[in-house]
């Protein structure tokens, strides 16, 4: 069964793949993926893991073909839709009474995030089946095109991700590297050096998956995701 939604998946995607069977070296599915960035760059792919279940399968199933997201998420600016989705929360919050002073907080008590935990079983003890994807694009913002997993509940659509991905790869070099149902994770080469820049990265985190603050943070405050942006080489997303 595991098998058949790898290979189903894989034929989804519709690049070339390299299936990474569950096993006990976390470490080993990242130096296979190094070694297929370096490969990457000179043939003209951007490698990036994807964990395959029936869920994604789904959702890619129902999802248009890569040439429309390429052509669609140029129709949007990165920034104008984050800035849109924060005054949409700040509206919000006024109405409730709840000022936005409160929300960002001080910038204390985050924890550092340095290694990936999408790919992870859920006691970290194994790395769960992975599907590495060499997708056919030197753009990193467009794996989305061939893994659409956006537009769920809280999450935007697939051509906002990738507008919203290309506005960070280019003002903050972010790396998507691994793609799942509910999760995205990337590698950032600089860490935030000021409170101020981390707190403005966060407000921009928040507005594009709510639930890294609301769920994932113990004092649900941006703050709190601020100090764990100036103490962490990755950026975690999930949508619930």
Same mark, same amino acid.
């Given at each position: 069964m595991v098998e058949n939604i790898m290979q189903r998946v894989a034929e989804q995607i519709g690049c070339d793949c390299v299936f990474l069977p569950s096993s006990e070296d976390a470490g080993?599915?990242?130096?296979?993926? #190094? $070694?297929?960035?370096? @490969?990457g760059m000179q043939e003209g792919y951007t490698?990036?893991?994807?964990?395959?279940? #029936?869920?994604?399968?789904?959702?890619m199933q129902k999802a248009e073909?890569? %040439?429309y997201y390429l052509a669609e998420y140029k129709k949007h600016q990165g920034k104008d839709i984050l800035d849109g989705f924060l005054q949409e929360i700040k509206t919000d919050l006024f109405?409730?009474?709840?000022?936005?002073? #409160?929300?960002?907080?001080?910038?204390?008590?985050? $924890? %550092?995030?340095n290694d990936f935990i999408g790919f992870l079983s859920d006691d970290g003890e194994m790395t769960l089946d992975v599907i590495l994807?060499?997708?056919?694009?030197?753009?990193?913002? $467009?794996?989305? /095109?061939?893994?659409p997993m956006g537009g769920f509940d809280e999450c935007p659509p697939t051509e906002y991700i990738m507008a919203i991905m290309k506005y960070w790869v280019e003002k903050y070099q972010f790396e998507p590297v691994v793609i799942t149902q509910d999760i995205i994770e990337g590698r950032v080469p600089k860490r935030p050096?000021? @409170?101020?820049?981390?707190?403005?990265?966060?407000? @921009?985190?928040?507005?594009? /998956?709510?639930?890294?603050?609301?769920?994932?943070?113990?004092?649900?405050?941006?703050?709190?995701?601020a100090d764990t942006l100036m103490k962490s080489d990755l950026w975690f997303f999930w949508w619930d």
């Amino acid at each position: 069964m595991v098998e058949n939604i790898m290979q189903r998946v894989a034929e989804q995607i519709g690049c070339d793949c390299v299936f990474l069977p569950s096993s006990e070296d976390a470490g080993q599915v990242i130096r296979i993926y #190094e $070694e297929a960035k370096k @490969e990457g760059m000179q043939e003209g792919y951007t490698p990036v893991l994807i964990v395959p279940d #029936e869920e994604l399968f789904r959702r890619m199933q129902k999802a248009e073909e890569p %040439a429309y997201y390429l052509a669609e998420y140029k129709k949007h600016q990165g920034k104008d839709i984050l800035d849109g989705f924060l005054q949409e929360i700040k509206t919000d919050l006024f109405k409730q009474g709840e000022p936005w002073e #409160e929300v960002i907080a001080d910038v204390e008590d985050g $924890e %550092a995030m340095n290694d990936f935990i999408g790919f992870l079983s859920d006691d970290g003890e194994m790395t769960l089946d992975v599907i590495l994807a060499k997708v056919p694009t030197k753009h990193p913002w $467009e794996v989305f /095109a061939w893994v659409p997993m956006g537009g769920f509940d809280e999450c935007p659509p697939t051509e906002y991700i990738m507008a919203i991905m290309k506005y960070w790869v280019e003002k903050y070099q972010f790396e998507p590297v691994v793609i799942t149902q509910d999760i995205i994770e990337g590698r950032v080469p600089k860490r935030p050096e000021t @409170e101020k820049e981390a707190v403005e990265i966060g407000e @921009e985190q928040y507005a594009f /998956a709510p639930d890294i603050v609301e769920q994932c943070c113990m004092d649900a405050t941006i703050g709190q995701l601020a100090d764990t942006l100036m103490k962490s080489d990755l950026w975690f997303f999930w949508w619930d």
